[in-house]
Every structure is written in structure tokens, then in C-alpha cells.
């Protein structure tokens, strides 16, 4: 084959290529970005918009409606969904996949200004985003401590400044915190006794508080701007607020209303193993490194415990860099193994000096695949490592078969430079062949189509790459070296040799002796093993593997307050304590799902709670994660006044319940009849969990006609 021949007759040429790929393919591994998940463009777009104290009938009539009538004309949509709740309303947009999210995000923004003019003047702006993976927090960051939320959230802001300072750090949110907040306590008797209308008092306190700018003032040679400083910095200059001058005098602000410096009514509790949290959710910017980001922040939080208020603990809850870590480090063991596997068996029929022309088909292969994702932009994510470590077993049957027969043609007595090219030459399109069809079983998933289309395509393209790169180093470097390098075996290894095949000749010659038994042997063991698998085996879309972390909601009826909740969060908290010795932290959200992204926000959500579990690692784990989420349904069954569903962390891109029912209609009474009927003839149903509707029946009102 000329390509064989040509690095055979150019192999120092050959072996600067080599050394150019070990530099350039070394330099690619390490500065190459690590991610949990790889950088996929999610096709949705939501929207949100509040609208405080309005119900869920009014929001669908007055907000939700009016914008989808407006979205229907999009292209490249797919569907359309809306939650119309208490206080919010919010429109899921699924686009086709492979739709220009750019552009689909300016055509929804175009339509919701439409329908702006259709909404009601006092709901707030819509907010339109797009699901971005990569802006989802790769660390979340807990302080816990009895110091009370004002000192837990003014700490937390200095972190979130240290935090956001890192290089590769997208933004840092702080959730939970606690707002200050000035508040004018006005007293009725007082006010009627001094005959100020109310408006007057909101209008004075809005009107004093500002800023108003001068222009500019010529004073001789020089020019001034001019500024009336008029914003309140303390309470007390709010007392002196003058409210209404008349004939007995000056009424001032403090004679009508009592001015305290407070804090915002709380709407939501956070808690980490029962303590008051405030948490810090950090995001990186897309391409950035994790693992890098990871160690950066520790070693800000290291820092930061030393400086903490007494009291005041800082646990890292979520750490993405963790899972990569351990990936990688998987991948680096796997090649190692490899390479002293392949080693020692090649070693055992080819001598020492073949056996590193094989083995070195996978280091060279890897690190011209990492030379093609770095050129690329390509991360390092869960998939691609996933995908190399697949790969690894597949990278020497190529070198094997061409350093095995270079091997044969030198035993005949020719010189290394010419069995080299009639070695490779002779098995080179079988071997180009055999790989080719290895690739084609994977071609189909890249026309994989939808979301997990766009996450799997990297696997397909990373084995494709290291595939390749083997077949490379099969026809080219390995029959190079070969010409240079490659060494007769002494005869005590040439004997070891012919005895494993001595050995391997009479077990074919028996099977083929008896055909016939061999066949029915083969058909028997196929049709026992499809037997077995139709009978025990269970189908799922993504396998099921021990969880990370677990999910505990806890939905009350609408209309229960915020102490209500907490009341059945802190039962539920009190059936945990058995399970504590098995769990890292139990993290307690009351009056909302915790961390949510796309989609969440507004809305009143003090009947809604979560509790996170997060497991130890498996290999720390006495008690496995799925036997914990067992026992709990269980535990929790018999807890009265609210509905309590427990869930897994799937790994993956979003793939949401494994059956969903919709029913649609015009009327949501009749609608709620009927998913209460599906619910009660479905119950029951073997392997059933968490059966839960979304019909939100609002918060009981009162009246007045």
C-alpha cells in the first residue's frame, strides 16, 4: 500500500510527527476545558411575567392568553405550554431542534412587544430567557449558622464579590438572603386627626427621595455642575420628612407614622441539616475549565472560614468539578491499564519490542484526538470521556494485526524495511476495512435526532476521531518503526507461542469435527439468553444508577402560609434523623423548590417545599442511595395535610417523567374531575410512584359583592 511505503522509506519524517503529536496532543490535554456536561443548545425559551395578587383564572385571561395569541405565528416551533398560577404566568417555548436560538429569541421578543398593549398596566415586564446549560451553577455554596440572615447575607455578599473576581466565573446569585428595608408604619388615629390623606403621605416619602440634577453654573472661569442631593441615607432623616404645611404648623412624618430600619418579610426559609442558610450559587462562563474554577473558589472559601463570625460554617453542597474529577481520573487509570495489559499479553507472543509498537497505539491515538477537540472547541465533557474510555479496548486490534504480520515476513528471512511494507501492505485494506465498519455501527447517531440528539452526537464524533487516529497509527507509525526497530523473539517466546496456538488448533478441530453439536450448542445458548433477558429484563431510556442526590417536595394546599409549611417540612425532617448517618446534607427549602432556573420564579409558593438529600459517594456509602429513597417512601406515607413526592437526580440532559397524560379542554373544573379519575384508575398500577397532576386550583379568596 504507497501510504505504508511512504513512512516506511520517510520514517524519520514519521518519528518527527510522532514527537510533534506527543508535544502538541500533551499541550491539548491539559489546557483543555472540563465540564460536567457538554456546551448543547437546550430550544426552549420561556417566559414570565408577575402580576402580584391576581388568580390563576385572571392570569390566563389577562396575561397568558393574549401572549400566546401572539407566539402562534412562529416558525420552527414545536410546542407551546403555559402555567397560568397565583400571581405569575409562564409560557414554555420548545423549538425545533437545530433552530437558530439567537434568532428565535429576537422573533419571541418582537411578539411579546406586540402584546404588551394587551396586558394590564400594573403587570410587571415580561421576562423572556433562554434554557443555556452552560450558565447552570457548577458549585453551590452554603453558610449556616444562629448569627441570624442580616449577618449571614451581608458575608455572603463579600464572598459573592471574592467569588465573581475568579477567572472563568460567569456570575455568582446569593439565594436566601435577606433584604433590608425601610418601613413607614402609618397610624390611622393620627392621621385622620391631622387630616392628611394617605396619598399625600406616599406621594411626599416617593417625591423626597431623589436625586435632582442642576445643570451647569458659570462662576468666573470656572463651570460647576449643579446636584440637590435629596435620597434618604438614615431613618431618622425620614422623620423629619415634612408631609403638610398649614395654618397651626408643619406636620411632619413622624407624627403621622412610625419609621423602623427592618428587614423584607420573609417568603421563604433555607436550612442546611436544620440550620438558618444563606447560599451562593456559582456559574462559569461557556468553554471555561471547572476543575481550575473548583480549586480557585476552595481556596477563596478556605480563606474565608478563618475570617468568619463565630458561628457561622461554610459547606459546599454541590461541587460539579468532583464528578469530572473522578472521570478523568478514570480515563488517565484506563489508559495506564492499558497500556500495561497490552504490554504484558503482546509481550507474551511477540517480544518486548512489538508489544510497545502495539501499545503504543493507544497513548498516540488519545493524544491526537485531544490535538482535534482542542482545534475544535470541543470540551472535555462527561460524554467525550465516556466516549474515550469506550474506545479503549478497540485502539491496538488495529496494531496487533500489522505489527503481527510485519512480525511473520521478518521470521521468513527478509530485511526489517521490506517485511515492514510487505507485512502492512498484505493486511492493510482489511484492517482499514474492520475499522471503517466499527465506525459505520456508530455513524447513526449522529442523525439521532431532538435534545439527545444534540447531547449524544459527541459520542459518535469522539470515537469516530479515536478510531481513526488508530487506523493512523496501524498503517503509518507502527509499520515506520517496525522498519527500524522491530526485533526477532528468542526462541523460548517463539515456543510459548506455538503452544497456545497448538492449543487453540485442537479446540477448532474438535468444534469442527462435530458440527453439528457445535451449531445446536450456539442456537441453544442464544435462544436460553434471549429467553432469560425477555422474561427478567426491564427497558428503560437511560439506565438506572445509584443517585447523587435525592429530591423530597412537598406540595401543601394552596393557600397554606409560610409557618404552616414549615410545620410539615419539620415532621418530615424529624423522619429523616435515622437516615442521617447515610446522608451529607439534608438542604430545606420552605416556600419554594430551592434552586430553580429556567422557567421559575414569581408566582405565591408558600404551600410548595423542598428538602435535598445529598449522598456521600458510593465508595463511602454504607447504605446505597436508591435502598434511602426506598425506605422514605415508605416512612413518609402516613404524614397528613400534603402531598410529598420523592425523586432522584437523573444524569443527562432534562428528559422530565416516564409517562406523562395530558388532558386538555376549555374548562378546568371538568379538567379537574377528570385528572382526579385518571388518578384513581391508574394508582394502583404495579411499580407506580409519585403520581402528581399540575392543576392548580388557586388559593382559597374571600369575596366581597
Known amino acids: 500500500m504507497k501510504l505504508c511505503n511512504l513512512a516506511i522509506d520517510r520514517s524519520l519524517t514519521v518519528l518527527i510527527v510522532l514527537f510533534t503529536i506527543v508535544v502538541v496532543g500533551s499541550y491539548a490535554y491539559v489546557v483543555l476545558p472540563r465540564e460536567s456536561n457538554p456546551e448543547v443548545v437546550i430550544p426552549f425559551i420561556s417566559i414570565l411575567v408577575t402580576y402580584e395578587g391576581v388568580s390563576p383564572e385572571d392570569m390566563e385571561t389577562l396575561v397568558t392568553i393574549p401572549i400566546e395569541r401572539q407566539l402562534t405565528g412562529i416558525a420552527d416551533v414545536r410546542e407551546i405550554s403555559s402555567t397560568s398560577q397565583e400571581g405569575a404566568s409562564s409560557i414554555a417555548i420548545e423549538f425545533e431542534a437545530g433552530t437558530d436560538i439567537d434568532n428565535a429569541l429576537q422573533r419571541v421578543r418582537d411578539k411579546v412587544d406586540f402584546a404588551k398593549s394587551d396586558l394590564p398596566e400594573e403587570a410587571d415586564d415580561p421576562i423572556i430567557s433562554e434554557l443555556d446549560i452552560s450558565a447552570l451553577p457548577i458549585m453551590i455554596v452554603a453558610l449556616t449558622g444562629d448569627v441570624g440572615l442580616a449577618a449571614l447575607s451581608r458575608f455572603a455578599e463579600n464572598l459573592q464579590d471574592e467569588i465573581e473576581a475568579v477567572r472563568g466565573v460567569l456570575e455568582v446569585n446569593i439565594v436566601g438572603d435577606t433584604e433590608r428595608e425601610i418601613e413607614i408604619e402609618a397610624d390611622p388615629e393620627r392621621i385622620a386627626a391631622y387630616g392628611v390623606p394617605f396619598s399625600d403621605l406616599i406621594r411626599a416619602a416617593r417625591m423626597e427621595n431623589v436625586n435632582v440634577p442642576g445643570g451647569v453654573l458659570e462662576l468666573g472661569d470656572a463651570s460647576y455642575l449643579m446636584r440637590v442631593p435629596g435620597e434618604f441615607r438614615t431613618p431618622a432623616e425620614l422623620e423629619g420628612l415634612v408631609v403638610k404645611q398649614g395654618e397651626r404648623g408643619l406636620v411632619y412624618l413622624r407624627d403621622l407614622a412610625d419609621v423602623r430600619d427592618t428587614f423584607k418579610e420573609a417568603t421563604t426559609y433555607s436550612r442546611v441539616d436544620g440550620r438558618p442558610a444563606v447560599t451562593l450559587t456559582v456559574a462559569k462562563r461557556a468553554g471555561a475549565n471547572v476543575i481550575t474554577i473548583a480549586q480557585h473558589v476552595h481556596a477563596i472559601l478556605e ?140 455513524f447513526p447517531l449522529f442523525f439521532w435526532p431532538g435534545i439527545w440528539g444534540s447531547f449524544m452526537f459527541y459520542l459518535p464524533m469522539t470515537l469516530t476521531l479515536v478510531l481513526g487516529a488508530s487506523l493512523f497509527v496501524a498503517l503509518v507509525v507502527n509499520p515506520a518503526l517496525a522498519s527500524m526497530f522491530m526485533r526477532i523473539h528468542p526462541k523460548s517466546v517463539e515456543a510459548e507461542r506455538h503452544r497456545f496456538l497448538h492449543a487453540y488448533g485442537r479446540v477448532v478441530r474438535l468444534a469442527l469435527r462435530w458440527r453439528a453439536v457445535t451449531i445446536t450448542v450456539a442456537i441453544t445458548a442464544l435462544a436460553v439468553i434471549q429467553y432469560i433477558y425477555a422474561a427478567g429484563a426491564t427497558v428503560e431510556f437511560t439506565p438506572s444508577v445509584e443517585p447523587p442526590r435525592a429530591y423530597i417536595d412537598i406540595e401543601a394546599p394552596q393557600g397554606t402560609n409560610l409557618a404552616a409549611s414549615d410545620a410539615l417540612v419539620r415532621q418530615v425532617e424529624a423522619r429523616l434523623e435515622p437516615y442521617r448517618e447515610h446522608i451529607d446534607y439534608v438542604i430545606t427549602n420552605v416556600g419554594s423548590r430551592g434552586i430553580q432556573f429556567f422557567g421559575s420564579g414569581g408566582g405565591t409558593t408558600t404551600h410548595i417545599s423542598r428538602i435535598t438529600l445529598d449522598f456521600p459517594k458510593l465508595e463511602e456509602a454504607a447504605v446505597m442511595p436508591s435502598v434511602i429513597i426506598a425506605s422514605l417512601r415508605e416512612d413518609l406515607r402516613d404524614i397528613a395535610g400534603a402531598e410529598i413526592r420523592i425523586d432522584s437526580l437523573d444524569m443527562g440532559p432534562p428528559s422530565g417523567a416516564a409517562i406523562n397524560v395530558e388532558i386538555s379542554g376549555d374548562d378546568f373544573g371538568v379538567l379537574a374531575g377528570l385528572a382526579a379519575d385518571v388518578r384513581a384508575a391508574v394508582r394502583d398500577v404495579p411499580g407506580l410512584v409519585d403520581l402528581h397532576d399540575d392543576y392548580d386550583r388557586g388559593r382559597p379568596e374571600v369575596r366581597v359583592r
Open 303 to 442: 480563606v474565608a472560614r478563618s475570617r468568619a463570625p463565630a458561628g457561622v460554617d461554610i459547606v459546599v453542597t454541590t461541587d460539579e468539578s468532583e464528578f469530572v474529577r473522578d472521570v478523568v481520573v478514570e480515563l488517565e487509570s484506563g489508559i495506564l491499564t492499558g497500556l500495561i495489559l497490552v504490554l504484558v499479553v503482546v509481550l507474551l507472543f511477540m517480544g518486548l519490542s512489538n508489544a510497545v509498537f502495539v501499545a503504543l497505539a493507544i497513548p498516540v491515538s488519545m493524544l491526537m484526538t485531544f490535538s482535534v477537540l482542542y482545534f475544535t472547541g470541543v470540551t472535555l465533557n462527561m460524554v467525550v470521556l465516556f466516549s474515550l474510555i469506550l474506545a479503549l479496548g478497540m485502539l491496538v486490534d488495529n496494531g496487533i494485526v500489522v505489527v503481527e504480520n510485519i512480525y511473520r515476513h521478518a521470521q521468513q528471512g527478509k530485511t526489517r524495511t521490506q517485511a515492514a511494507k510487505d507485512g502492512a501492505a498484505e493486511v492493510a485494506l482489511p484492517v482499514t476495512a474492520a475499522t471503517l465498519t466499527t465506525m459505520a455501527a456508530f
